[in-house]
């Protein structure tokens, strides 16, 4: 295995990384492979990675109608972090912050995966009384989190605005050191080839058009715009498209879509060195390795399958970035885009077996599913491998919305649900 050091490191995954993507030679589908799993964004790779990795399924395709990485997880803020407030969602967060952590050496493939904290700003008594709630919450789960003052949460980052006569003042901040991010396209390289050095196949524009099902019911393989496929198993992680795909095996699910925009800056000398979120004030904000500000915006407030979202969107995460820090009012916006994340009713995912036997489901995410990807790959090639779900995504169900046990991380991220 090859180690890992600073820039050399970041310069050499650049240079692996560029173009990857679209330079990958996708194998001929076979007839027939154990298991197929529809798209080849991280949580797809990464199931992959680890059907090959842990459980030793290799006769594994990934099946995807664009390009690996082409979807959300090449369009996300790479924001991760585990503060959230439920036990069941402490536990699947923290189980990939843990994975990540130790990523780059496991696929020895440089992810970037940097610590550098991300805070969460509290503008008013009720967003204190909820981060606060947050920190004890997350302490007692073993997940660390601490509250700052406004001074304090300047030191952490000086180029925030603590002016009592800001129109939303900062009354505090709560911050979670082990936070951070990633680079994006890089997680979903670095899954691809070591699922691919494991045997699995990764194809690439080859759309899923069909679910077939045998004379039982259970699932026989998929159609696609390259021909049948046959298989014993199939898992869709397909964000933002999964009600479409599971509605090819009459499945109806409790999802709706919306476009998530994120814009970049030029470039700038780093001077930005952590992550801030602000759910009231909503925006969020980091710089990359690049040295660009990558700064998020909120979803839409319609349904839709558009990559794009609406401009007044994006200005007003401008205008909220420009009043928390206004040295970056004169900074010129490089360039947006836009993703289609899958919403569930409690904002929370689904990760499980479903009424048609072979069919596993891995979605609603929503706008906070990046930093789960090495965890939720993990739990979910369990799930697929034994067909009964890892202890962990255990309460994530598709029963739930029947039965009422929600986990409903609603405020959980810092963008508009
Ligand atoms: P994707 O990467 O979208 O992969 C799904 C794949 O399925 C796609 O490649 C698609 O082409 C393929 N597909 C769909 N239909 C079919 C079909 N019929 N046949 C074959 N293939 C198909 N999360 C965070 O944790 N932190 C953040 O900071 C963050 N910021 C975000 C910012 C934006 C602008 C957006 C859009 C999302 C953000 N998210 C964030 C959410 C995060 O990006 C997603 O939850 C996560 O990347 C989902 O990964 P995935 O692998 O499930 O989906
Ligand atoms: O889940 O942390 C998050 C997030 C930030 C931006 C979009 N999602």
């Known amino acids: 295995m090859r180690r890992f050091s600073g820039f050399a490191l970041a310069r050499e995954a650049m240079r692996e990384h560029k173009g990857w993507g679209r330079q990958w030679e996708s194998p001929e589908p076979r007839s027939q492979y154990d298991v197929v799993i529809v798209g080849a964004g991280g949580h797809g790779l990464a199931t992959a990675y680890y059907l090959a990795a842990e459980h030793g399924i290799t006769n594994v395709a990934v099946l995807d109608k664009g390009w690996l ?11 991760i972090r585990s503060n959230y407030l439920y036990d069941e969602s402490a536990a699947i967060y923290d189980h990939a912050v843990r994975l990540w952590e130790g990523l780059s050496q496991a696929l020895n493939y440089n992810v970037m995966f940097s610590q550098r904290g991300v805070m969460m700003l509290a503008h008013n008594v009720h967003d204190v009384q909820v981060l606060k709630r ?13 509250w700052l003052d406004p001074a304090a949460a300047r030191a952490f980052c000086p180029p925030l605005n603590i002016s009592k006569a800001a129109r939303y003042p900062v009354v505090g901040a709560a911050l979670q050191r082990r936070g951070g991010v990633a680079r994006h396209d890089a997680v979903a390289w670095g899954y691809a080839r070591a699922a691919s050095a494991r045997g699995v196949h990764i194809i690439q524009n080859c759309e899923v058009t069909g679910i077939h099902r045998g004379p039982d019911g259970a699932v026989t393989g998929v159609e ?12 869709v992680v397909a964000a933002g498209h999964s009600s479409v795909v599971m509605a090819m095996a009459g499945l109806r699910m409790p999802l709706e ?15 930005f060195p952590c992550v801030v979120m602000s759910n009231t004030v909503h925006a969020y904000i980091s710089q990359s390795d690049k040295g660009e500000l990558v700064i998020g915006a909120g979803t839409d407030q319609y349904t839709s399958y558009s990559q794009t979202g609406g401009l007044h969107i994006i200005s007003h995460t401008l205008d909220a970035i420009c009043e928390m820090f206004p040295m970056f009012t004169r900074m010129k916006m490089l360039r947006s885009w836009g ?5 569930t009713p ?29 965890g939720s790959g993990h739990v979910f090639a369990h799930t697929i491998a034994r067909d009964d779900p890892h202890p962990i995504n255990a309460p994530f169900t598709l029963e739930r919305f029947r039965t009422g046990r929600l986990i409903d991380e609603a405020a959980a991220a810092a963008v508009a649900h």
């Open 346 to 374: 409690d904002r929370s995912p689904i990760l499980a077996k479903t009424p048609v036997k072979g069919l596993y489901v891995n979605c609603g995410w929503g706008t906070g599913g990046f930093k789960a990807t090495p």
């Open 224 to 235: 696609t715009t390259r021909g049948a496929i046959r298989a014993r198993k199939v898992g």
């Open 257 to 271: 879509s919306f476009p998530l925009q994120a814009l970049v800056s030029e470039p700038v000398k780093p001077c």
């Open 69 to 79: 990485g082409g979807g959300n997880t090449g369009r996300n803020t790479t924001i």
């Open 134 to 146: 947050h920190v004890h919450a997350n302490r007692l789960n073993g997940v660390d989190n601490e």
């Open 339 to 343: 993703g289609i994340v899958d919403v």
